[in-house]
Nanobody, 124 residues
Framework: QVQLVESGGGSVQAGGSLRLSCAASGYTYSAYCLAWFRQAPGKEREWVAHISTGREIPVYAESVTGRFTISQDNAKNTLYLQMSSLKPDDTATYFC?????????????????WGKGTLVTISS
């Protein structure tokens, strides 16, 4: 069974940076893509970024392009999200997720495994 554990969340002021980590264990070697989603209070969960495990090409939501960087360390089975120039609108619980088979990696319903999330709070 795949398990995902996020860490690295916290409270920072606008303009600051954070790096989130997602440690994966279990049956992960066949994963098609690894993704980060976020959910702000009272809002739906939204896709932030993903990376395909084969080609390792990152794709970002427009709202974070140029500020966030997704990366993976295969040796450590860990996914990262480096976040810079943070804004209050980035406040949310951040989740990592895995999709096993070829397909869409930008929709909540399409992902197979989820972590429990880590809270990021950005103050103005």
């Amino acid at each position: 069974q795949v398990q995902l554990v996020e860490s690295g969340g916290g409270s920072v002021q606008a303009g600051g940076s954070l790096r989130l980590s997602c440690a994966a264990s279990g049956y992960t070697y066949s994963a098609y893509c690894l993704a980060w989603f976020r959910q702000a209070p009272g809002k739906e969960r939204e896709w932030v970024a993903h990376i395909s495990t084969g080609r390792e090409i990152p794709v970002y939501a427009e709202s974070v392009t140029g500020r966030f960087t997704i990366s993976q360390d295969n040796a450590k089975n860990t996914l990262y999200l480096q976040m810079s120039s943070l804004k209050p609108d980035d406040t949310a619980t951040y989740f990592c997720a895995i999709r096993n088979a070829f397909g869409i990696c930008t929709r909540e319903y399409s992902m197979d495994y989820w972590g429990k999330g880590t809270l990021v709070t950005i103050s103005s």
